[in-house]
């Protein structure tokens, strides 16, 4: 997982709320075994909407998605947000993000800022009149800002979330920072119990 301390893009307008994981990646796609191979998929059955948002032309270069409330609602698939990543998208802002796609999100390097709906419908408005606005994501203060409208706001971000975003940690490269703990005990534990073979 690549470290995450800044975001600094375009907005691209979902003007949709309840989105559910079957929405952004249906099932179809979930056939494959590896992580990649998933941004194809993304939102694939709107996509044949020649005017859905992804397919115009003005929000090619997005890389944040502006969602309507309860974004990522459905079932836990890690999937939906393989897909956004691959798909060129490093945050997604929204007024609510269910539980479980938050948390697949912060494992996985994708930022879910959660602010009120009303910043949420005020950047999206921008970003309809102006696709090249520019805004900023900051993980360090935790704020989202668009500098040419003067909007500026915090959003939560736990601290453990925040080290981990920052420092471009996921779970394995969480255990990794203890290696030489766990090869440590690992050269002293009695060969009766099972052991990692490094072989």
Known sequence: MEPVQKVVG?????????????????????????????????FSAWR?????????????????????????????REHAVWALEESGFYAVVSSKFADIFRANSLKNGLLP???????????????????STEITIDVAKRTIRVESAGIET?????????YRLMNGLDDIGLTMQ???EISNYESTRPTYQPAINDR
């Open 113 to 131: 800022v959660e602010v009120p709906e009303e910043t949420v419908q005020a950047i999206t408005d921008l970003v309809e009149r102006d696709p």
């Open 154 to 162: 915090g959003f939560p971000l736990d601290d453990f979330a925040r």
């Open 48 to 76: 044949e909407d020649p005017d859905f948002v992804l397919n115009r032309p003005e929000y090619q270069q997005g890389s944040i998605l502006l969602a309507g409330p309860n974004f990522g609602c459905g079932s836990s």
């Open 10 to 42: 375009r907005g691209v307008p979902l003007k949709r709320s309840d989105v559910d994981t079957d929405q952004i990646i249906p099932a179809v796609w979930l056939k494959r075994v590896e992580r990649t191979g998933f941004g194809n998929g993304l």
């Open 178 to 180: 203890r290696q030489d």
